[in-house]
Nanobody, 121 residues
Framework: QVQLVESGGGLVQPGGSLRLSCAAS????????MSWYRQAPGKERELVAS????????KYADSVKGRFTISRENTKNTVYLQMNSLKPEDMAVYYC??????????????WGQGTQVIVSS
């Protein structure tokens, strides 16, 4: 059974940082690209960042480029999203997803439950 469990969300001040983690199980983690999505009330779901199966390639939404870093440790079956210089517009529920393929696409077949990021003073 594929499981994706996000953690690390919480309250942070504008300009602050958070690191989200996604613990994966139930599949061969190293074979799949992984992504982070986010969605806030009143906003469209946004693909934030993706990483290929071996971590060789990454892709970021323009809105987070230069501030967020996606990474993975395949030995730990974990993907991370380091979020720096957080802005109020980053406030959303962040979801970890499994890509359909080993390479980066905009297709995901499994989603975690999400972790909430609140950016506020």
């Amino acid at each position: 059974q594929v499981q994706l469990v996000e953690s690390g969300g919480g309250l942070v001040q504008p300009g602050g940082s958070l690191r989200l983690s996604c613990a994966a199980s139930g599949f061969r983690f190293s074979l799949y690209a992984m992504s982070w999505y986010r969605q806030a009330p009143g906003k469209e779901r946004e693909l934030v960042a993706s990483i290929s199966n071996a971590g060789s390639f990454t892709k970021y939404a323009d809105s987070v480029k230069g501030r967020f870093t996606i990474s993975r440790e395949n030995t730990k079956n974990t993907v991370y999203l380091q979020m720096n210089s957080l802005k109020p517009e980053d406030m959303a529920v962040y979801y970890c997803t499994r890509g359909t393929y080993s390479y980066i696409t905009e297709s995901s077949d499994y989603w975690g439950q999400g972790t909430q990021v609140i950016v506020s003073s």
